[in-house]
């Protein structure tokens, strides 16, 4: 009677605490939404329509966070440091992509300590996809 059953609690993922794939698909949207105007960041995207770009982000980060594996399944492994070599991460890149990701989490009204967990992770990422000396 007082049993909590399995998988109701602890088994939860995060991606399924923050309500699943319309919250990343929201996260994502909003972010390439400041993409789209950032005369820093708009113009290292290769391909004219930022949407293919804008669907293998929404699918990376809802593997990681514990979503489906589509990611996986359609790119293979991430190795994301490799795959940003192309492009000059810079300091000024590093920000305003930072700033976007803020406002757009800021978007999502998550309980705090899920916004937490998201923005931290989101910092310590950002900063390891610096791939200049300054
Ligand atoms: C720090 C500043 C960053 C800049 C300026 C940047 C820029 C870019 C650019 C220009 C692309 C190519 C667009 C495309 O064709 O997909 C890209 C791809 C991608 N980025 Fe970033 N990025 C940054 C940080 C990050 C971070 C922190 C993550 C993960 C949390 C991330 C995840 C991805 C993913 C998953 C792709 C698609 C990789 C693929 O499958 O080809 N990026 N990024």
Do not use: C, K
């Amino acid at each position: 009677m007082n049993e909590i059953p399995r998988g109701t609690l602890e088994q939860q993922t995060f991606f399924e605490s923050v309500g699943g794939e319309e919250t990343f698909r929201r996260l994502v949207h909003r972010f390439y939404e400041g993409v789209a105007e950032d005369p820093v960041l708009r113009p290292m995207y290769p391909e004219e329509d930022l949407g293919p770009a804008e669907e293998r982000l929404t699918l990376f980060l809802m593997q990681y966070w514990g979503g489906p594996r589509t990611y996986s399944d359609e790119r293979g492994h991430p190795r994301l440091r490799m795959r940003h070599t192309p492009f000059r991460v810079d300091r000024a890149a590093h920000d305003a992509w930072l700033r976007h990701m803020r406002d757009a989490v800021d978007s999502l009204g998550l309980a705090p300590e899920h916004e937490r967990q998201l923005w931290d992770y989101l910092v310590y990422a950002a900063a390891s996809m610096i791939n200049t000396a300054e």
